[in-house]
C-alpha cells in the first residue's frame, strides 16, 4: 500500500496514516502553544491582542488537525476554522465592546478545546509510547493551563465583580500567572478569585492538573521506559 493511498483514506481511530505519523511529529505544534504563552504574558489589555489570539489558537488547531492526520491544513474544516477565527478577529479589531470580547474569548477556548481533542486522538491513535506521544501530552497540559485563562478571561470580562478577592481583574499575563500555579498546585496565595464561579474553576483546574500528572504523562514515561528496557539485549 502506497503512502498516497493511506493518505487518501478517510481518518478514523486505528488509521494511524503512517506518511504523516512518520514525517511529522507534536514539535511544531508545541511551538505554536510557545508562542500563545509568550504572548499571553506579554500582550497588552486590547482588542488587537485579543484578535491575534483567537488566530493563534485556530492555527494550532489547524496544524494539530494535520499532524494528528485527522484532516489536511487546506480541508474544508480546516479552512472553515480559519474564516470563523478570522471574522470573529475582524468583527472584535472594528466593533469591540465588552460583549464581543467575552465572545472571542469563548471562541478561543473552544478553539483550544478542539486542539486538546485533536492532539488527544493522535496521541491514541499511534497505539504506542513514544517520543513523539509524550510530545503530544506535553502539548495538551499547556494548552489546558492556556484554556483556563482564557475562562478567567470570560468571567472576569463578563462579570459584575472583580475576579480577584484583591480587588482587580488581573492583566492577561496575571491570569496565565495564576493559571499555571493552580495547575501545578503551587498555590502562592498572592492572587485568589473572589466569587464562587471563580473558585470552582480554580479547583477544577488543580485536581485536572494533578490527575493528569500521575495518570497520562507518568503511564506514558514509564511504558516508554519498559519499551526501551525490553530492547535492550
Known amino acids: 500500500m502506497t503512502a498516497t493511498h493511506e493518505l487518501a483514506q478517510p481518518w478514523h481511530l486505528g488509521s494511524r496514516v503512517s506518511r504523516v505519523r512518520a514525517s511529522h511529529s507534536y514539535g511544531l505544534v508545541l511551538l505554536l502553544i510557545i508562542a500563545s504563552f509568550v504572548f499571553l504574558s506579554v500582550a497588552p489589555k486590547a482588542d488587537w491582542a485579543d484578535s491575534v489570539l483567537v488566530l493563534l489558537q485556530s492555527t494550532t488547531l489547524v496544524t494539530a488537525l494535520w499532524t494528528s492526520g485527522v484532516a489536511r491544513a487546506d480541508s474544508r474544516v480546516s479552512l472553515a476554522l480559519v474564516a470563523l477565527a478570522g471574522a470573529a478577529a475582524l468583527a472584535l479589531g472594528i466593533s469591540g465592546g465588552t460583549a464581543l470580547a ?3 474569548g469563548i471562541i478561543s477556548g473552544l478553539l483550544t478545546v478542539a486542539t ?15 517520543v513523539q506521544a509524550v510530545t503530544g501530552a506535553i502539548c495538551v497540559y499547556l494548552l489546558i493551563g492556556i484554556l483556563f485563562v482564557f475562562l478567567y478571561g470570560v468571567v472576569a470580562t463578563l462579570g459584575s465583580g472583580s475576579f480577584f478577592s484583591q480587588g482587580t481583574d488581573g492583566t492577561r499575563s496575571v491570569r496565565l500567572y495564576f493559571s499555571f500555579v493552580t495547575l501545578a498546585t503551587l498555590g502562592y496565595g498572592d492572587y485568589t478569585p473572589a466569587g464562587n464561579l471563580g473558585r470552582m474553576l480554580a479547583v477544577s483546574e488543580a485536581l485536572l492538573g494533578q490527575l493528569y500528572l500521575v495518570t497520562v504523562i507518568a503511564v506514558l514515561v514509564s511504558r516508554m521506559r519498559g519499551r526501551r528496557s525490553s530492547q535492550t539485549p
Request: charged share 10%; proline share 0%.
Open 102 to 104: 467575552g465572545t472571542v
Open 116 to 130: 486538546v481533542a485533536t492532539i488527544a486522538l493522535g496521541v491514541i491513535d499511534q497505539g504506542e509510547a513514544n
